[in-house]
């Protein structure tokens, strides 16, 4: 154990006190806070930057149908903002018009203009045309009023009065998701998806990072020889799990400080959007309790474990970077590949391709997790899954030993499949 325990230690602190690990680590905050909070406030500034009061409705109805958008743009009867600019055309006039707007748009000195002609209350048809300097969001903005002004259209067309139309017509549905666990829980179904699909998203990533280290670890063993001063003193199965479980600690330590700092941001995202600006309502968390994190730790330690195991693997019968980057491809498409499948288990998270994915070792760290975020999944189906996931991983991290212990001071010669096998069979 003091062997095992001096190879972790030297794997861990070499790699927590490099520059690199330091600065990756404050790094994924500062990345996640941007893809947070970033696109709403852009949202926000986007939407906020284009005046739409100087814009142009060319209204050929013949019902006054742009009044009403230009008042719907200008807030309603009760807004303040100023209203934009309605020209009633006819169809004979409406091409001309047309024409000399368009070139007021190309010279950016209107960010808009809508057009809607004598059918467009009937079919809905509306042509807009936007600068190039407008964001899409602009046309957003527009379609929301046009398609409430030719609701209240066609309400009053109906015999309704005015303000009974305009009742109708701005009805907003304001829809709280609630998801039903079989325990009697309650939770957000949207946020739980976020904290499921987030999760699944982030072991998939420290599994490949530090996979990727484990493989580069060992390549770059065989090839400075340094193995060789090493095994003097230490086995090959000592070092190989030393290598792998001092990695894995430093996975674990960058992982919860990216956790911790996620929650954190989540929990004061409304508040910090407010703070720029912009409305935001309050995202409540999922209630997740230490029983909750024994799974998912469980999952992570176990997937790492399986795939570092075979990342060393590879790396053990390679002799160069350049091979080990081509033989690495099976064991990355294995985890891709749990991820392609993510979709379908979004989907249906109880269905049986979920079910079945999350029983199978090589994408259960992936999919499990993300159905333990959205459904109660059944006690016997987990137990079944982390059995046959720590199997798997100690079956991996026997089978990598033997690998690592034959061909680490072999050079030069590319190992066959059936060498491989070979080594793989040799016990003691």
Avoid: C, H
Wanted: aromatic fraction near 6%; hydrophobic fraction near 50%.
């Amino acid at each position: 154990m003091g062997k095992l325990y001096a190879v972790i230690s030297r794997e861990f602190g070499e790699r927590v006190r490099s520059r690199w690990f330091l600065l990756t680590t404050l790094f994924g905050p500062f990345l996640f806070a941007a893809l947070t909070l970033g696109p709403p406030w852009l949202a926000y500034r986007s939407a906020r930057s284009v005046d739409l009061s100087a814009m142009v409705i060319v209204d050929a109805t013949g019902k006054d149908v742009g009044a009403g958008i230009a008042t719907e743009l200008a807030g309603g009867l009760m807004g303040t903002s100023k209203a934009p600019k309605v020209l009633a055309t006819s169809n004979v006039t409406t091409t001309k018009t047309l024409d000399s707007l368009r070139v007021e748009i190309a010279a950016d000195r209107l960010p808009a203009v809508a057009y809607l002609d004598a059918n467009s209350i009937e079919s809905g048809a509306v042509s807009v045309l936007l600068s190039s300097s407008a964001p899409i969001s602009t046309s957003e903005r527009l379609e929301k009023a046009i398609e409430r002004e030719l609701l209240r259209q066609r309400v009053a067309s109906t015999g309704l009065d005015a303000e009974s139309a305009l009742k109708l017509a701005q009805v907003r549905v304001a829809m709280k998701v609630e998801r039903v666990m079989r325990d009697g829980r309650t939770g957000s179904a949207q946020v739980n998806l976020i904290f499921g699909a987030g999760v699944a998203v982030l072991l998939y990533i420290v599994i490949v990072l530090y996979g990727q280290i484990v493989l580069r670890s060992v390549t770059e063993e065989k090839q400075s020889r340094v193995s060789e001063l090493v095994l003097a003193s230490v086995s090959p199965r000592i070092l190989l799990s030393g290598k792998v479980l001092g990695i894995g600690g430093v996975a674990l330590v960058q992982l919860g400080f990216w956790t911790t700092s996620m929650v954190t941001l989540m929990a004061n995202r409304g508040r910090i959007l407010s703070a720029l600006g912009v409305a935001s309502s309050s995202m409540t968390l999922p209630s997740v309790s230490w029983t909750d994190m024994i799974p998912l730790f469980a999952y992570f330690l176990l997937g790492y474990v399986l795939y570092a195991a075979l990342f060393a693997a590879v790396g053990s019968i390679v002799s160069s970077e350049q091979e080990a980057q081509q033989a690495q491809t099976p064991v990355l498409m294995l985890l891709v590949g749990s991820v392609a499948l993510l979709q379908p288990a979004l989907a249906d998270p109880d269905g049986p391709i979920a079910r079945t994915l999350s029983m199978v070792p090589f994408s259960s760290p992936i999919i499990m997790p993300l159905r333990l975020g959205l459904v109660a999944v059944p006690a016997s189906e987990l137990v079944v899954s982390i059995g046959l996931l720590s199997l798997l991983a100690i079956g991996a991290m026997v089978a990598a030993g033997r690998l690592y212990r034959t061909a680490l001071l072999m050079y030069g010669k590319r190992p066959t499949i059936r060498e491989i096998i070979r080594w793989i069979r040799l016990d003691g």
